[in-house]
């Protein structure tokens, strides 16, 4: 039998990582993580049992502080970075340098462009390397660049939102069959876990529960990320999020225009040939709407769709779990294709 990878996570204690922790430690071909916290104000190691209840029979390892030479010592090949932007991007050159692969589920390695790119603030101490590094970062979405992903040393893992945007739009683009003059409009909704687990005033209970609310209206940093991937401009979209007073899932409502006539058979089969054989979407027969509750601690993106009398005007509906194919799930896949792994694994 094949020795299992040896891969380590940082930031396995916030919401994503502990979703990838978790898939992770079941993982047929992967060895039990080494798992990682911050540093922060002298931290100490914590068995795994205390900051994962639900991983019990682990108990024997523990979350500590990120050390290089644990990871040499360990013979680590792959290194998940479940951190914030900043910090991915101060240590993904030194990764790459000390040979391992790196799966990102931060925003640091997602954007080419410096103007979709600043709305992270991030500041390089090498900028020559890190230049180098976003032409080489390969964007996480299997369904869009399963090829290119699996020979990657850095595979930078979509935003949450971004991946239920993406994934609707991108066969009728490719297909050539929206109206771009006429502008699209994603009006997405999404879980508290999805602004991290970090709280804010924003995100209290008080805030969240029996309420409904938009925010980063025009500002969202998701939307550089949907502009690159769907080859859109700026004036193509209006993007606007809204928080959901549940703890996770997305849904994107999105408005389009055809460039044609057509019908609702003509509309699925564009998506069932785009999706053709690609295990974690799922496509809804016409006028069958997704909804969150269906996609829930599952990695599937499911996508569903009405067109109008007219054939021309179409809403489209997206759902997944944010944790999953908008964080973990989707790293794991990506891990996969990586190792040439059925995208399966781990996941089903």
């Known amino acids: 039998m094949a020795a299992k990878l040896k891969a380590a996570v ?13 898939l992770l430690a079941r993982h047929p071909r992967v060895d039990a993580p080494l798992l990682f916290r ?4 002298g931290a100490k190691r914590e068995r795994s049992v205390e900051v994962f209840p639900h991983l019990a029979g682990n108990g024997h390892s523990t979350v500590e502080p990120f050390s290089w030479a644990k990871l040499e010592q360990q ?3 792959l290194l998940f970075l479940a951190t914030p932007h900043e910090v991915s991007r101060e240590l993904v050159p030194e990764a790459i340098t000390r040979g391992l692969r790196v799966v990102d589920l931060s925003g640091a390695w997602r954007l080419k462009q410096d103007e979709h790119r600043a709305v992270y603030g991030v500041k390089d101490a090498d900028s020559a390397t ?4 976003t032409d080489q970062a390969v964007y ?16 930078a893992n979509p935003g949450c939102y971004a991946t239920s945007v993406i994934l609707a739009l991108a066969p009728l683009l490719k297909a050539d069959i929206v109206d771009r003059s006429r502008g699209i409009i994603s009006d997405s909704k999404s879980g508290v876990s999805g602004a991290g687990k970090e709280p804010t005033a924003r995100t209290h209970f008080v805030s969240v529960a029996d309420n409904f609310s938009a925010y980063s209206v025009f500002g969202h940093r998701h939307t550089g990320e949907i502009l690159e991937q769907l080859k859109l401009e700026a004036g193509q979209l209006i993007f606007t999020p809204h928080l959901l007073p549940i703890p ?9 225009s055809l460039n ?34 269906f996609s829930l601690h599952t990695n599937y993106c499911d996508l569903g769709f009405c067109l109008a009398g007219d054939g021309r005007r179409l809403v489209l509906v997206s ?26 694994e781990g996941l089903a």
Do not use: H
């Not at 940082?10 to 978790?22: F, P, Q, V």
């Not at 890190?130 to 590094?133: G, I, K, P, T, Y």
């Not at 294709?337 to 059925?342: F, H």
């Open 140 to 155: 996480g979405l299997p369904e869009l660049n399963a090829g290119r992903i699996t020979s990657a040393g850095l595979v």
């Open 319 to 344: 759902c997944l779990d944010n944790l999953l194919k908008g964080a973990a799930g989707q790293a794991v896949q990506n891990m996969n294709l990586m190792y040439e792994w059925n995208e399966e």
């Open 130 to 133: 890190a230049a180098n590094l």
């Open 75 to 77: 013979d680590v090949k």
């Open 10 to 22: 940082l930031g396995a204690t916030g919401y994503s990582g502990l979703e990838l922790t978790r």
């Open 248 to 256: 996770r899932g997305i849904l994107s409502t999105i408005y389009v």
């Open 260 to 293: 044609r006539e057509m019908t609702a058979a003509e509309v699925e089969s564009c998506f069932r040939d785009f999706y053709n054989n690609k295990r974690w979407v799922r496509v809804f027969a016409a006028s069958n709407l997704p909804q969150i509750t």
């Open 38 to 41: 911050r540093d922060e104000n």
